[in-house]
């Protein structure tokens, strides 16, 4: 839960950032996501029926954070707010 421990270690020290509508839905979805996806290997639902839908999270998580690192994804949010 890497996007979820750096925004929230950002906005403890920095505060919220300011992000226009479309990105702070899509900062909520990778918390979310990834939330989901850490649930689910932590219970061990990782058997075969729900491999599947582990793998179709992780592809909505790399679709939104386009794999960036947390540093740069939050510096490109914040550009596409302005």
Do not use: C
């Not at 479309?22 to 900062?27: E, F, I, N, V």
């Not at 990834?34 to 290997?41: A, K, P």
């Amino acid at each position: 839960m890497m996007y979820r421990a750096y925004f929230t270690m950002v906005i403890k020290t920095q505060g919220a950032p300011h992000l226009n509508g479309d990105q702070l839905r899509r900062l909520l979805n990778i918390g979310g996501i990834e939330y989901l996806i850490s649930g689910m290997r932590e219970f061990g639902f990782e058997e075969r029926v729900l491999y599947y839908k582990i793998e179709k999270e992780q592809s909505k998580l790399d679709k939104l954070t386009k794999k960036l690192p947390p540093k740069e994804l939050l510096k490109e949010m914040i550009e596409l707010s302005n």
